[in-house]
């Protein structure tokens, strides 16, 4: 068993920023990487960024310049930045743990809206 927790969204401004948080029960050792995906109502569930073991960070177009993905290995904790937040950033934001042995888990989500 893995636990994948995601905390931090709510209400933001337009324009604002939020901070998510991905607590994951699995060490930096054994941690393959994690993504952030997000799913507004009525569309498909969508890549957003993405951390690799090495470092290295990928982002979709829709938030490139935004959004920041970081680790803390010391918490087993993945975040993600938002700045500059724009209303079609509203979605259900999902942390997905990929480990060395091959399994995937996601979290149960958090909620970001971004009024207009």
């Known amino acids: 068993q893995v636990r994948v927790e995601e905390s931090g969204g709510g209400l933001a401004e337009a324009g604002g920023s939020l901070r998510l948080s991905c607590a994951v029960s699995?060490?930096?050792?054994?941690?393959?990487?994690v993504g952030w995906y997000r799913q507004a109502p009525g569309e498909q569930r969508e890549w957003v960024a993405s951390?690799?073991?090495?470092?290295?960070?990928n982002y979709a177009d829709s938030v490139k310049g935004r959004f920041s993905v970081s680790r803390d290995d010391a918490e087993n904790t993945i975040y993600l930045q938002m700045e500059r937040l724009k209303p079609e950033d509203t979605a259900v934001y999902y942390c997905?743990?990929?480990?060395?042995?091959?399994?995937?888990?996601w979290g149960q989500g958090a909620q970001v809206t971004v009024s207009s």
């Open positions: 951390i690799r073991r090495n470092g290295s960070t």
């Open positions: 699995t060490t930096a050792f054994t941690t393959n990487a």
């Open positions: 997905k743990l990929e480990t060395v042995y091959g399994g995937t888990w």
